[in-house]
Protein backbone atom coordinates (compact mmCIF):
# COMPACT_ATOMS: atom_id res chain seq x y z
CA UNK A 1 0.00 0.00 0.00
CA UNK A 2 1.56 2.93 -1.30
CA UNK A 3 1.24 6.20 1.06
CA UNK A 4 1.74 8.24 -1.51
CA UNK A 5 -1.61 10.95 -1.42
CA UNK A 6 -3.09 9.97 1.94
CA UNK A 7 -1.58 13.43 3.90
CA UNK A 8 -3.27 15.20 0.66
CA UNK A 9 -6.65 16.92 1.49
CA UNK A 10 -8.15 15.81 -1.47
CA UNK A 11 -7.48 12.29 -0.81
CA UNK A 12 -10.54 10.13 -0.51
CA UNK A 13 -9.24 8.10 2.19
CA UNK A 14 -8.23 10.82 4.55
CA UNK A 15 -11.90 12.68 3.93
CA UNK A 16 -13.69 9.33 4.53
CA UNK A 17 -11.49 8.96 7.88
CA UNK A 18 -12.04 12.64 8.56
CA UNK A 19 -15.93 12.03 8.15
CA UNK A 20 -15.67 9.03 10.23
CA UNK A 21 -14.44 10.71 13.00
CA UNK A 22 -16.54 13.29 12.81
CA UNK A 23 -19.31 11.35 12.34
CA UNK A 24 -18.25 9.51 15.60
CA UNK A 25 -17.83 12.74 17.74
CA UNK A 26 -21.62 13.78 16.67
CA UNK A 27 -23.16 10.95 17.65
CA UNK A 28 -21.01 10.65 20.93
CA UNK A 29 -22.10 14.15 21.48
CA UNK A 30 -25.37 13.63 21.46
CA UNK A 31 -25.54 10.89 23.00
CA UNK A 32 -23.37 12.37 25.92
CA UNK A 33 -25.89 15.61 25.53
CA UNK A 34 -29.13 13.69 26.19
CA UNK A 35 -27.47 11.40 29.07
CA UNK A 36 -25.61 14.33 30.77
CA UNK A 37 -29.31 16.62 30.89
CA UNK A 38 -30.86 13.55 32.26
CA UNK A 39 -28.15 12.77 34.90
CA UNK A 40 -28.13 16.61 35.77
CA UNK A 41 -32.05 16.96 36.26
CA UNK A 42 -32.13 13.74 38.22
CA UNK A 43 -29.34 14.83 40.71
CA UNK A 44 -31.89 16.56 42.78
CA UNK A 45 -33.12 15.30 45.61
CA UNK A 46 -36.55 14.69 47.39
CA UNK A 47 -36.85 17.07 50.00
CA UNK A 48 -38.12 13.86 52.90
CA UNK A 49 -34.99 11.69 51.07
CA UNK A 50 -33.18 10.54 54.04
CA UNK A 51 -29.37 8.46 53.11
CA UNK A 52 -27.72 5.87 54.84
CA UNK A 53 -25.06 6.61 57.59
CA UNK A 54 -22.11 8.14 56.52
CA UNK A 55 -23.84 8.62 53.03
CA UNK A 56 -21.28 11.65 51.19
CA UNK A 57 -23.17 14.98 50.72
CA UNK A 58 -25.44 13.84 47.53
CA UNK A 59 -24.04 15.22 44.76
CA UNK A 60 -20.43 13.17 45.72
CA UNK A 61 -22.68 10.07 46.58
CA UNK A 62 -24.12 10.22 43.27
CA UNK A 63 -21.05 9.69 41.48
CA UNK A 64 -19.78 7.17 43.89
CA UNK A 65 -22.61 5.00 44.74
CA UNK A 66 -22.74 1.60 42.32
CA UNK A 67 -26.23 1.13 43.27
CA UNK A 68 -25.17 -2.35 44.29
CA UNK A 69 -27.72 -2.26 47.30
CA UNK A 70 -25.08 -4.20 49.98
CA UNK A 71 -25.87 -1.62 52.15
CA UNK A 72 -30.06 -2.72 52.26
CA UNK A 73 -28.57 -6.70 52.60
CA UNK A 74 -26.35 -5.69 55.87
CA UNK A 75 -28.79 -3.36 57.36
CA UNK A 76 -30.70 -6.24 60.34
CA UNK A 77 -33.60 -3.98 60.61
CA UNK A 78 -34.44 -3.29 56.58
CA UNK A 79 -34.09 -0.04 57.42
CA UNK A 80 -33.08 0.90 54.07
CA UNK A 81 -34.72 0.65 50.14
CA UNK A 82 -33.18 0.64 46.99
CA UNK A 83 -34.83 3.58 44.93
CA UNK A 84 -37.06 2.21 42.35
CA UNK A 85 -37.96 4.69 39.48
CA UNK A 86 -41.57 6.35 40.92
CA UNK A 87 -39.78 6.32 44.49
CA UNK A 88 -37.91 9.56 43.70
CA UNK A 89 -34.60 9.71 44.79
CA UNK A 90 -32.03 8.65 41.75
CA UNK A 91 -33.28 5.09 40.67
CA UNK A 92 -31.13 2.52 42.79
CA UNK A 93 -29.44 4.00 45.03
CA UNK A 94 -30.37 3.43 49.11
CA UNK A 95 -32.74 5.51 51.11
CA UNK A 96 -35.02 5.17 53.85
CA UNK A 97 -38.52 6.64 55.44
CA UNK A 98 -38.14 7.55 59.21
CA UNK A 99 -41.94 7.68 59.10
CA UNK A 100 -41.79 3.65 58.02
CA UNK A 101 -39.11 1.79 59.39
CA UNK A 102 -36.44 4.58 61.10
CA UNK A 103 -32.62 3.61 61.80
CA UNK A 104 -31.47 1.53 64.59
CA UNK A 105 -27.65 3.01 64.65
CA UNK A 106 -26.53 -0.03 64.72
CA UNK A 107 -23.04 0.37 67.11
CA UNK A 108 -20.87 -1.38 64.84
CA UNK A 109 -22.60 0.14 61.58
CA UNK A 110 -22.86 -2.66 59.26
CA UNK A 111 -24.23 -0.68 56.34
CA UNK A 112 -21.21 1.51 56.02
CA UNK A 113 -19.19 -1.87 56.36
CA UNK A 114 -20.77 -3.34 53.44
CA UNK A 115 -20.36 -0.67 51.32
CA UNK A 116 -17.80 -1.08 48.32
CA UNK A 117 -17.42 2.29 47.13
CA UNK A 118 -17.33 4.46 50.27
CA UNK A 119 -20.40 6.29 48.69
CA UNK A 120 -21.02 5.55 52.88
CA UNK A 121 -17.89 7.15 54.34
CA UNK A 122 -15.81 4.16 55.89
CA UNK A 123 -14.67 6.99 58.55
CA UNK A 124 -17.68 6.98 60.15
CA UNK A 125 -17.04 4.75 63.26
CA UNK A 126 -19.35 6.15 65.89
CA UNK A 127 -22.73 6.19 64.69
CA UNK A 128 -23.78 9.20 67.25
CA UNK A 129 -21.77 10.97 65.06
CA UNK A 130 -24.00 10.28 61.87
CA UNK A 131 -25.44 12.57 60.44
CA UNK A 132 -28.29 11.12 57.97
CA UNK A 133 -30.31 14.38 58.91
CA UNK A 134 -32.08 16.49 61.20
CA UNK A 135 -35.29 16.36 63.11
CA UNK A 136 -37.63 18.87 62.94
CA UNK A 137 -41.07 20.34 65.18
CA UNK A 138 -42.75 20.46 61.63
CA UNK A 139 -46.18 21.15 63.17
CA UNK A 140 -45.96 23.54 66.72
CA UNK A 141 -49.99 23.62 65.81
CA UNK A 142 -50.32 19.82 66.68
CA UNK A 143 -47.26 18.52 68.68
CA UNK A 144 -49.34 17.52 72.07
CA UNK A 145 -46.57 19.03 74.14
CA UNK A 146 -46.91 22.02 72.61
CA UNK A 147 -50.44 21.99 73.18
CA UNK A 148 -49.74 22.09 76.76
CA UNK A 149 -50.65 17.75 76.86
CA UNK A 150 -47.47 15.55 77.96
CA UNK A 151 -46.84 13.22 75.39
CA UNK A 152 -43.43 13.53 75.60
CA UNK A 153 -42.64 10.30 73.09
CA UNK A 154 -40.36 11.32 70.55
CA UNK A 155 -38.00 12.59 73.80
CA UNK A 156 -38.79 9.61 75.27
CA UNK A 157 -37.37 6.72 71.95
CA UNK A 158 -34.56 9.27 71.14
CA UNK A 159 -31.63 6.87 71.39
CA UNK A 160 -29.35 10.43 72.43
CA UNK A 161 -32.15 11.34 74.63
CA UNK A 162 -31.18 14.74 76.40
CA UNK A 163 -28.81 15.47 73.83
CA UNK A 164 -30.54 15.54 70.86
CA UNK A 165 -33.88 16.36 72.54
CA UNK A 166 -34.74 18.08 75.57
CA UNK A 167 -37.98 19.14 77.24
CA UNK A 168 -37.95 22.94 77.72
CA UNK A 169 -40.99 24.39 79.85
CA UNK A 170 -42.36 27.10 79.75
CA UNK A 171 -45.76 28.95 81.47
CA UNK A 172 -48.71 27.57 79.75
CA UNK A 173 -50.58 30.54 78.99
CA UNK A 174 -53.55 28.98 78.44
CA UNK A 175 -54.34 27.71 81.67
CA UNK A 176 -52.19 29.36 83.88
CA UNK A 177 -51.48 26.69 86.11
CA UNK A 178 -49.70 24.47 84.01
CA UNK A 179 -46.42 23.77 82.39
CA UNK A 180 -45.87 23.49 78.75
CA UNK A 181 -42.91 20.79 78.10
CA UNK A 182 -41.60 21.75 74.44
CA UNK A 183 -39.33 19.25 72.20
CA UNK A 184 -36.08 21.14 71.50
CA UNK A 185 -34.07 19.61 69.00
CA UNK A 186 -30.33 20.26 68.97
CA UNK A 187 -29.03 19.49 65.68
CA UNK A 188 -24.99 18.84 67.07
CA UNK A 189 -26.43 15.99 68.24
CA UNK A 190 -29.27 14.99 66.41
CA UNK A 191 -28.05 11.61 63.97
CA UNK A 192 -31.54 12.10 62.07
CA UNK A 193 -32.14 8.26 62.44
CA UNK A 194 -35.77 9.25 62.38
CA UNK A 195 -36.82 6.95 64.98
CA UNK A 196 -38.90 10.46 66.75
CA UNK A 197 -40.54 10.65 63.71
CA UNK A 198 -41.63 7.08 63.79
CA UNK A 199 -43.21 7.28 66.90
CA UNK A 200 -44.97 10.60 66.97
CA UNK A 201 -48.76 9.48 67.80
CA UNK A 202 -50.32 11.81 65.79
CA UNK A 203 -51.54 10.82 62.19
CA UNK A 204 -49.12 12.99 60.57
CA UNK A 205 -45.48 13.14 62.47
CA UNK A 206 -45.35 16.70 64.14
CA UNK A 207 -41.64 16.23 64.03
CA UNK A 208 -40.10 14.74 61.06
CA UNK A 209 -36.42 14.77 59.36
CA UNK A 210 -35.09 16.81 57.19
CA UNK A 211 -31.96 16.08 55.32
CA UNK A 212 -29.26 18.06 56.23
CA UNK A 213 -29.07 20.41 53.50
CA UNK A 214 -32.76 21.48 53.99
CA UNK A 215 -33.41 21.56 57.91
CA UNK A 216 -29.94 22.74 59.01
CA UNK A 217 -28.49 25.76 56.88
CA UNK A 218 -24.77 27.09 57.68
CA UNK A 219 -24.83 29.47 60.10
CA UNK A 220 -24.05 33.11 57.76
CA UNK A 221 -21.02 34.26 58.10
CA UNK A 222 -21.21 37.83 58.23
CA UNK A 223 -23.07 37.35 61.87
CA UNK A 224 -20.66 36.91 64.57
CA UNK A 225 -21.53 35.59 67.77
CA UNK A 226 -20.15 38.00 70.93
CA UNK A 227 -19.90 35.52 73.18
CA UNK A 228 -18.23 32.95 70.59
CA UNK A 229 -15.93 35.69 69.79
CA UNK A 230 -15.20 36.17 73.41
CA UNK A 231 -14.07 32.80 73.83
CA UNK A 232 -11.71 32.58 70.81
CA UNK A 233 -9.70 35.26 71.62
CA UNK A 234 -10.07 34.63 74.83
CA UNK A 235 -10.78 38.68 76.05
CA UNK A 236 -13.62 40.84 76.01
CA UNK A 237 -14.12 42.10 72.36
CA UNK A 238 -14.64 45.60 73.74
CA UNK A 239 -12.03 47.15 76.24
CA UNK A 240 -14.68 48.17 79.05
CA UNK A 241 -18.19 47.93 79.19
CA UNK A 242 -19.92 51.12 77.61
CA UNK A 243 -20.45 53.91 80.54
CA UNK A 244 -24.37 55.41 79.70
CA UNK A 245 -25.53 58.00 81.61
CA UNK A 246 -28.19 56.90 84.36
CA UNK A 247 -31.48 57.93 83.91
CA UNK A 248 -33.17 58.50 86.82
CA UNK A 249 -35.44 61.22 88.23
CA UNK A 250 -33.58 62.32 90.91
CA UNK A 251 -29.81 61.78 89.35
CA UNK A 252 -30.24 65.26 88.50
CA UNK A 253 -28.78 64.45 84.96
CA UNK A 254 -31.87 64.13 82.10
CA UNK A 255 -34.01 66.67 81.47
CA UNK B 1 -32.24 -13.89 0.72
CA UNK B 2 -34.34 -14.87 3.57
CA UNK B 3 -33.19 -16.38 6.59
CA UNK B 4 -33.67 -19.75 7.40
CA UNK B 5 -36.54 -19.95 9.81
CA UNK B 6 -35.51 -23.18 10.94
CA UNK B 7 -31.77 -22.95 10.90
CA UNK B 8 -31.23 -26.06 13.42
CA UNK B 9 -33.40 -28.42 11.81
CA UNK B 10 -30.58 -29.57 9.75
CA UNK B 11 -27.90 -29.71 12.74
CA UNK B 12 -30.74 -31.62 14.82
CA UNK B 13 -30.75 -34.10 11.72
CA UNK B 14 -27.41 -34.56 11.57
CA UNK B 15 -25.78 -34.23 14.87
CA UNK B 16 -28.61 -34.93 17.56
CA UNK B 17 -30.46 -33.47 19.69
CA UNK B 18 -27.97 -32.00 22.48
CA UNK B 19 -24.79 -31.65 20.03
CA UNK B 20 -27.27 -29.15 18.27
CA UNK B 21 -28.42 -27.48 21.30
CA UNK B 22 -25.57 -27.82 23.87
CA UNK B 23 -23.97 -24.45 24.07
CA UNK B 24 -27.90 -23.45 24.22
CA UNK B 25 -28.35 -25.53 27.65
CA UNK B 26 -25.31 -24.46 29.52
CA UNK B 27 -25.85 -20.52 28.59
CA UNK B 28 -29.29 -21.15 30.15
CA UNK B 29 -28.00 -23.38 33.09
CA UNK B 30 -25.36 -20.65 33.49
CA UNK B 31 -27.51 -17.83 33.68
CA UNK B 32 -30.06 -19.21 36.10
CA UNK B 33 -27.21 -20.05 38.01
CA UNK B 34 -26.42 -16.59 38.40
CA UNK B 35 -29.33 -15.50 39.58
CA UNK B 36 -29.85 -18.65 41.89
CA UNK B 37 -26.24 -17.44 43.96
CA UNK B 38 -28.69 -14.02 44.12
CA UNK B 39 -31.72 -14.89 44.61
CA UNK B 40 -31.40 -17.87 47.35
CA UNK B 41 -30.61 -15.27 50.17
CA UNK B 42 -34.18 -13.17 49.52
CA UNK B 43 -35.72 -16.45 48.77
CA UNK B 44 -34.14 -19.11 51.19
CA UNK B 45 -32.04 -17.05 53.97
CA UNK B 46 -29.21 -19.06 52.31
CA UNK B 47 -26.85 -15.71 50.98
CA UNK B 48 -24.28 -17.22 48.65
CA UNK B 49 -23.73 -13.81 46.69
CA UNK B 50 -25.64 -10.16 47.58
CA UNK B 51 -25.54 -6.95 46.29
CA UNK B 52 -26.01 -6.85 42.53
CA UNK B 53 -24.26 -7.46 39.10
CA UNK B 54 -23.08 -3.74 39.49
CA UNK B 55 -21.25 -4.75 43.03
CA UNK B 56 -21.28 -7.56 44.84
CA UNK B 57 -19.88 -9.62 47.57
CA UNK B 58 -19.73 -13.93 47.69
CA UNK B 59 -19.83 -15.50 50.84
CA UNK B 60 -18.34 -12.69 52.37
CA UNK B 61 -14.96 -13.22 50.60
CA UNK B 62 -15.09 -12.62 47.29
CA UNK B 63 -15.52 -9.06 45.78
CA UNK B 64 -17.17 -8.58 42.19
CA UNK B 65 -17.65 -5.45 40.34
CA UNK B 66 -18.20 -4.16 36.99
CA UNK B 67 -15.90 -2.56 35.26
CA UNK B 68 -17.63 -0.49 33.22
CA UNK B 69 -19.93 1.05 36.57
CA UNK B 70 -16.20 1.79 38.25
CA UNK B 71 -15.20 3.98 34.64
CA UNK B 72 -18.48 5.82 35.21
CA UNK B 73 -17.13 6.71 38.91
CA UNK B 74 -13.83 7.59 38.08
CA UNK B 75 -15.22 9.97 35.30
CA UNK B 76 -17.60 11.62 37.88
CA UNK B 77 -14.51 11.93 39.71
CA UNK B 78 -15.01 9.91 42.49
CA UNK B 79 -11.73 7.18 43.15
CA UNK B 80 -13.50 4.23 44.93
CA UNK B 81 -12.99 2.07 48.03
CA UNK B 82 -10.11 -0.66 47.69
CA UNK B 83 -12.68 -3.42 47.74
CA UNK B 84 -14.51 -2.08 44.27
CA UNK B 85 -10.85 -1.66 43.06
CA UNK B 86 -10.14 -5.31 44.04
CA UNK B 87 -13.97 -6.15 42.75
CA UNK B 88 -12.83 -4.22 39.12
CA UNK B 89 -9.87 -6.21 38.73
CA UNK B 90 -10.97 -9.65 39.58
CA UNK B 91 -13.79 -9.51 36.48
CA UNK B 92 -11.43 -7.89 34.39
CA UNK B 93 -8.76 -10.29 34.92
CA UNK B 94 -11.70 -13.25 34.05
CA UNK B 95 -12.85 -11.59 31.13
CA UNK B 96 -9.53 -11.53 29.85
CA UNK B 97 -9.37 -15.09 29.77
CA UNK B 98 -12.91 -15.89 29.30
CA UNK B 99 -13.47 -13.69 26.18
CA UNK B 100 -15.26 -10.50 27.12
CA UNK B 101 -18.31 -10.61 25.90
CA UNK B 102 -19.06 -13.92 27.50
CA UNK B 103 -20.53 -11.46 29.89
CA UNK B 104 -23.56 -11.27 27.47
CA UNK B 105 -23.85 -14.55 26.20
CA UNK B 106 -23.67 -16.11 29.95
CA UNK B 107 -24.57 -13.92 32.66
CA UNK B 108 -26.45 -10.84 31.55
CA UNK B 109 -30.49 -11.22 32.58
CA UNK B 110 -31.31 -9.28 28.94
CA UNK B 111 -29.97 -11.96 27.07
CA UNK B 112 -32.76 -14.38 27.43
CA UNK B 113 -34.83 -11.32 26.82
CA UNK B 114 -33.56 -10.55 23.36
CA UNK B 115 -32.66 -14.23 22.03
CA UNK B 116 -36.39 -14.95 22.40
CA UNK B 117 -36.99 -11.79 20.19
CA UNK B 118 -34.38 -13.12 17.94
CA UNK B 119 -36.61 -16.57 18.04
CA UNK B 120 -39.74 -14.74 17.46
CA UNK B 121 -38.15 -12.82 14.38
CA UNK B 122 -37.22 -15.83 12.94
CA UNK B 123 -40.79 -17.53 13.78
CA UNK B 124 -42.98 -14.95 12.86
CA UNK B 125 -40.85 -14.20 9.29
CA UNK B 126 -40.12 -10.52 10.82
CA UNK B 127 -37.46 -9.45 8.11
CA UNK B 128 -37.98 -5.60 8.58
CA UNK B 129 -34.60 -4.67 10.59
CA UNK B 130 -33.66 -0.74 10.50
CA UNK B 131 -30.68 0.12 9.48
CA UNK B 132 -27.78 0.78 12.73
CA UNK B 133 -24.51 1.06 12.40
CA UNK B 134 -22.77 -1.43 14.83
CA UNK B 135 -20.53 1.33 16.19
CA UNK B 136 -23.27 3.23 17.90
CA UNK B 137 -22.57 1.82 20.70
CA UNK B 138 -18.72 3.23 20.45
CA UNK B 139 -20.45 6.30 20.66
CA UNK B 140 -22.57 5.35 23.87
CA UNK B 141 -19.78 4.41 25.95
CA UNK B 142 -17.93 7.66 24.35
CA UNK B 143 -20.88 9.68 25.32
CA UNK B 144 -21.82 7.92 28.79
CA UNK B 145 -18.24 8.41 30.16
CA UNK B 146 -18.73 12.02 29.24
CA UNK B 147 -22.02 12.24 30.70
CA UNK B 148 -20.53 11.07 33.58
CA UNK B 149 -17.67 13.45 33.73
CA UNK B 150 -20.11 16.71 32.90
CA UNK B 151 -23.36 15.49 35.55
CA UNK B 152 -21.07 13.94 38.12
CA UNK B 153 -23.43 11.01 38.66
CA UNK B 154 -22.88 7.14 36.71
CA UNK B 155 -25.18 8.45 33.85
CA UNK B 156 -25.51 4.88 32.12
CA UNK B 157 -26.96 3.70 35.73
CA UNK B 158 -29.64 6.29 35.55
CA UNK B 159 -31.32 4.35 33.04
CA UNK B 160 -29.11 1.02 32.62
CA UNK B 161 -32.21 -1.38 31.45
CA UNK B 162 -29.58 -4.40 32.58
CA UNK B 163 -28.85 -3.23 36.04
CA UNK B 164 -32.58 -2.62 36.33
CA UNK B 165 -33.33 -6.01 35.40
CA UNK B 166 -31.19 -7.17 37.21
CA UNK B 167 -32.21 -5.29 40.35
CA UNK B 168 -36.44 -6.17 39.53
CA UNK B 169 -35.36 -9.29 39.91
CA UNK B 170 -33.34 -9.76 42.87
CA UNK B 171 -34.88 -6.78 45.03
CA UNK B 172 -38.11 -7.09 43.53
CA UNK B 173 -38.69 -3.84 41.89
CA UNK B 174 -40.65 -4.42 39.09
CA UNK B 175 -41.07 -0.81 37.67
CA UNK B 176 -37.11 -1.47 36.71
CA UNK B 177 -38.31 -4.40 34.58
CA UNK B 178 -39.79 -2.07 31.88
CA UNK B 179 -36.49 -1.67 30.39
CA UNK B 180 -36.37 -5.06 29.17
CA UNK B 181 -39.63 -5.19 27.71
CA UNK B 182 -39.01 -1.77 26.02
CA UNK B 183 -35.71 -3.83 24.43
CA UNK B 184 -37.68 -7.04 23.87
CA UNK B 185 -40.13 -5.06 21.78
CA UNK B 186 -37.21 -2.96 19.92
CA UNK B 187 -35.53 -6.34 19.04
CA UNK B 188 -38.61 -7.77 17.70
CA UNK B 189 -40.12 -4.91 15.45
CA UNK B 190 -37.50 -2.56 15.19
CA UNK B 191 -33.58 -3.86 14.80
CA UNK B 192 -32.80 -7.29 14.37
CA UNK B 193 -30.75 -8.34 17.76
CA UNK B 194 -31.07 -4.51 17.99
CA UNK B 195 -30.38 -3.57 21.42
CA UNK B 196 -27.13 -5.93 22.04
CA UNK B 197 -25.77 -5.65 18.60
CA UNK B 198 -25.81 -2.08 18.49
CA UNK B 199 -27.22 -0.18 21.05
CA UNK B 200 -25.90 -1.29 24.89
CA UNK B 201 -22.58 0.33 25.54
CA UNK B 202 -21.55 -2.53 28.20
CA UNK B 203 -21.47 -4.68 25.91
CA UNK B 204 -19.52 -2.54 23.64
CA UNK B 205 -17.15 -1.93 26.35
CA UNK B 206 -16.78 -5.33 27.29
CA UNK B 207 -16.12 -6.46 23.42
CA UNK B 208 -13.00 -3.96 23.83
CA UNK B 209 -11.56 -6.55 26.23
CA UNK B 210 -12.87 -8.84 24.31
CA UNK B 211 -10.25 -8.43 21.28
CA UNK B 212 -7.49 -9.86 23.29
CA UNK B 213 -9.02 -12.23 25.37
CA UNK B 214 -7.95 -16.03 25.27
CA UNK B 215 -11.02 -17.93 24.61
CA UNK B 216 -12.26 -17.56 21.16
CA UNK B 217 -14.43 -19.66 19.05
CA UNK B 218 -12.90 -20.18 15.86
CA UNK B 219 -14.15 -21.86 12.06
CA UNK B 220 -11.51 -24.72 12.33
CA UNK B 221 -13.28 -26.95 10.16
CA UNK B 222 -13.74 -24.35 7.67
CA UNK B 223 -13.04 -26.07 4.90
CA UNK B 224 -16.18 -28.51 4.98
CA UNK B 225 -18.74 -25.32 4.91
CA UNK B 226 -21.61 -25.90 2.64
CA UNK B 227 -22.49 -21.92 2.88
CA UNK B 228 -25.46 -23.03 4.25
CA UNK B 229 -25.84 -19.71 6.28
CA UNK B 230 -27.44 -21.43 8.74
CA UNK B 231 -24.75 -19.53 11.50
CA UNK B 232 -25.46 -16.14 10.10
CA UNK B 233 -29.02 -16.87 10.86
CA UNK B 234 -28.39 -17.34 14.57
CA UNK B 235 -25.38 -15.05 15.68
CA UNK B 236 -26.20 -12.30 17.53
CA UNK B 237 -23.16 -10.79 15.53
CA UNK B 238 -22.92 -11.95 11.98
CA UNK B 239 -20.39 -9.72 10.86
CA UNK B 240 -18.09 -11.57 13.60
CA UNK B 241 -17.75 -14.57 11.41
CA UNK B 242 -17.05 -13.93 7.90
CA UNK B 243 -13.51 -13.37 8.34
CA UNK B 244 -12.47 -16.48 10.30
CA UNK B 245 -15.03 -18.30 8.10
CA UNK B 246 -14.35 -17.23 4.16
CA UNK B 247 -10.70 -16.48 5.43
CA UNK B 248 -9.32 -19.39 4.30
CA UNK B 249 -8.36 -17.70 0.37
CA UNK B 250 -6.42 -14.75 1.79
CA UNK B 251 -4.86 -16.79 5.12
CA UNK B 252 -7.00 -14.92 7.64
CA UNK B 253 -7.08 -16.84 10.97
CA UNK B 254 -10.21 -19.22 11.38
CA UNK B 255 -10.26 -17.81 15.00
CA UNK B 256 -12.82 -15.15 15.40
CA UNK B 257 -11.05 -12.22 16.55
CA UNK B 258 -13.94 -9.77 16.55
CA UNK B 259 -14.19 -8.79 19.88
CA UNK B 260 -17.78 -8.50 19.16
CA UNK B 261 -18.05 -11.96 19.34
CA UNK B 262 -20.01 -12.98 22.48
CA UNK B 263 -18.89 -16.66 22.58
CA UNK B 264 -22.63 -17.62 22.87
CA UNK B 265 -21.95 -21.15 20.63
CA UNK B 266 -24.41 -20.78 18.51
CA UNK B 267 -22.53 -21.25 15.60
CA UNK B 268 -21.20 -24.62 17.50
CA UNK B 269 -24.94 -25.91 17.62
CA UNK B 270 -25.96 -24.95 14.61
CA UNK B 271 -23.81 -25.81 12.37
CA UNK B 272 -24.32 -29.80 10.64
CA UNK B 273 -21.04 -29.66 9.28
CA UNK B 274 -19.13 -28.99 12.93
CA UNK B 275 -17.20 -26.44 11.48
CA UNK B 276 -16.77 -24.36 14.56
CA UNK B 277 -15.07 -25.11 18.16
CA UNK B 278 -14.50 -23.01 21.03
CA UNK B 279 -10.87 -23.03 22.10
CA UNK B 280 -8.10 -20.95 22.93
CA UNK B 281 -6.74 -17.98 20.65
CA UNK B 282 -3.38 -20.01 20.10
CA UNK B 283 -3.94 -23.60 18.57
CA UNK B 284 -1.76 -25.74 18.47
CA UNK B 285 -3.89 -27.84 15.81
CA UNK B 286 -4.59 -25.18 13.11
CA UNK B 287 -3.11 -25.87 10.15
CA UNK B 288 -2.21 -22.75 8.62
CA UNK B 289 -4.16 -21.88 5.66
CA UNK B 290 -2.88 -21.16 1.85
CA UNK B 291 -0.98 -17.87 2.83
CA UNK B 292 0.77 -17.88 -0.52
CA UNK B 293 -2.51 -16.90 -2.22
CA UNK B 294 -3.42 -13.80 -0.22
CA UNK B 295 -5.06 -11.43 -2.16
CA UNK B 296 -7.82 -9.55 -0.77
CA UNK B 297 -7.98 -8.58 3.29
CA UNK B 298 -10.42 -10.14 5.57
CA UNK B 299 -13.17 -7.49 5.35
CA UNK B 300 -13.19 -7.51 1.92
CA UNK B 301 -13.90 -11.45 1.75
CA UNK B 302 -17.45 -11.15 1.77
CA UNK B 303 -20.36 -13.96 2.44
CA UNK B 304 -20.90 -15.84 -0.74
CA UNK B 305 -24.52 -16.33 -1.25
CA UNK B 306 -26.46 -19.20 -0.28
CA UNK B 307 -26.07 -22.22 -3.13
CA UNK B 308 -28.63 -22.80 -4.82
CA UNK B 309 -29.09 -26.49 -4.50
CA UNK B 310 -28.76 -26.28 -1.15
CA UNK B 311 -31.90 -24.79 -0.29
CA UNK B 312 -33.45 -26.19 2.73
CA UNK B 313 -36.25 -29.10 2.20
S1 LIG C 1 -27.10 1.92 61.30
FE1 LIG C 1 -28.07 -0.09 61.41
S2 LIG C 1 -30.29 0.31 61.34
FE2 LIG C 1 -29.25 2.17 60.65
S3 LIG C 1 -29.25 1.97 58.40
FE3 LIG C 1 -27.27 1.21 59.15
S4 LIG C 1 -27.58 -0.99 59.40
FE4 LIG C 1 -29.62 -0.07 59.22
S1 LIG D 1 -23.45 -0.26 49.49
FE1 LIG D 1 -22.62 1.74 48.89
S2 LIG D 1 -22.47 1.61 46.67
FE2 LIG D 1 -23.85 -0.05 47.28
S3 LIG D 1 -25.92 0.82 47.18
FE3 LIG D 1 -25.20 1.13 49.30
S4 LIG D 1 -24.30 3.18 49.29
FE4 LIG D 1 -24.47 2.54 47.14
S1 LIG E 1 -33.78 11.87 64.72
FE1 LIG E 1 -35.04 12.08 66.53
S2 LIG E 1 -34.70 10.21 67.68
FE2 LIG E 1 -33.03 10.33 66.17
S3 LIG E 1 -31.35 11.37 67.20
FE3 LIG E 1 -32.54 12.98 66.19
S4 LIG E 1 -34.00 13.66 67.72
FE4 LIG E 1 -33.22 11.70 68.42
Known amino acids: ?86 DGPAVGTPFFVARNVPC ?8 VKACP ?16 GVAVITSR ?65 AIKVLPIEIAALKQDEHYLRGWEEKKKSGAPLVDAPLKLPVRKPDAGGAP | MTANARPYREARAQKGLWASTRFLVLRRISQLSFLALFLSGPLFGIWIAKGTLASSMTLGVLPLNDPFIFLQSLAARHWPEGVAILGTAIVLGSYLLLGGRSYCAWVCPVNPVTDLAAWLRRRLGI ?35 ITALHRALVFGLWSGACGAGAI ?71 VIASGDCTLCGACIDVCSKRVFNLGLRARSGVAPTNSATVTASASQVAPTRRSPERVAP
Open chain 1, 141 to 205: ETCLNLQGLRCDVCYRVCPAIDKAITLETSHNARTARHAIFEPVVHAEYCTGCGKCEKSCVLNDA
Open chain 1, 1 to 86: MADSGAGNPGDPRRRKALQEMARFGGGAAVAATMLTGFGVSSRAKPAQTLRPPGALPEKQFLSACVRCGLCVRDCPYDTLNLSDWA
Open chain 2, 127 to 161: TYTAKVRPELRLYFVVGVLAASAVSGSMAWELINP
Open chain 2, 184 to 254: FIFDLFVAKHGWCGHLCPVGAFYGQIGRVSLLRVAADNRAACDDCMDCFAVCPEPHVISPALRGERSGTSP
Open chain 1, 117 to 132: TGALDHSLTDIAKAKM
Open chain 1, 104 to 111: EMCDNIPC
